[in-house]
């Protein structure tokens, strides 16, 4: 079945540092990619996503490229601030089950920035 | 924006005992879901619902489990009778149908 696989938290860095957590899957055919975001006493939201390979999701600083060679979607930062310290889910739905598929998530990583 | 409401946040009972969690999803989204993290591990699908009736559930979603729309807003997930390793936090989502599902903050059950 299909699986996701993230790096083990937590990752601590100081404000401004470079951010990646790696995220692999398996998969049949071609998942949908997601990387969703908890803050503190939240729910979990979509931070981004890519439905094909190659696509570059975006959004608030943050990006991932959907590899299909190396079944690959790393979250990546430039300069990351305390703001940005939260759980993070990389996630896969497969559209063969249909427009609203459920998603498969990985473990989640911690992220703890500091000053 | 709009969000995905869950009561309780944190519910407390005792084995064998029956529970029900609530969820108002977004008012026009068509799809609902229930999904469940126990501690330390990863979120994991519980059921998907569309127009009144359960579209795919997961092995865990046995017989004591069952949900309902009963009003057109609220959205339950109820456990018949709970055992220590329900445990965990229960969230619900929902989507308009497009690949963004909305989550709610979650409740935090805790079986003794």
């Known amino acids: 079945g299909n699986s996701v696989t993230q790096m083990e938290g937590p990752v601590t860095l100081s404000e401004e540092a470079f951010l990646t957590i790696n995220c692999t899957y398996t998969?049949?055919?071609?998942?949908?990619l997601f990387w969703y975001v908890q803050y503190p006493g939240e729910g979990l939201q979509l931070l981004l996503k890519?439905?094909?390979?190659?696509d570059k999701g975006s959004n608030k600083g943050f990006e991932a490229t959907y590899r299909k060679e190396t079944t690959s979607f790393h979250l990546e930062k430039g300069s990351v601030q305390v703001s940005d310290s939260a759980v993070y889910f990389c996630?896969?739905?497969?559209?063969?089950?249909?427009?609203?598929?459920?998603?498969?998530f990985g473990t989640g990583t911690r992220l703890q920035v500091t000053l | 924006e709009p969000e995905v409401t869950q009561t309780p946040s944190h519910q407390v009972t005792q084995m064998g005992q029956e529970v029900i969690l609530r969820c108002v999803p977004i008012?026009?989204?068509?799809?609902f879901y229930w999904y469940r993290q126990i501690l330390g591990q990863k979120v994991e699908f519980l059921v998907s619902?569309?127009?009144?009736?359960?579209?795919?559930k997961s092995e865990i979603f046995d017989d004591q489990f069952s949900v309902e729309r009963p009003d057109g807003s609220n959205f339950t997930l109820k456990i018949r009778s709970t055992k220590l390793e329900d445990s965990a936090m229960y969230f619900c989502?929902?989507?308009?149908?497009?690949?963004?599902?909305?989550f709610g903050p979650g409740t935090r059950l805790t079986v003794t």
């Open positions: 989502a929902s989507t308009a149908g497009d690949l963004k599902q909305y």
């Open positions: 998969a049949t055919g071609y998942p949908s």
């Open positions: 890519a439905t094909k390979a190659d």
């Open positions: 996630a896969l739905s497969d559209p063969r089950s249909g427009t609203a598929s459920k998603l498969t």
């Open positions: 008012s026009n989204h068509l799809y």
């Open positions: 619902f569309y127009n009144n009736e359960i579209s795919e």
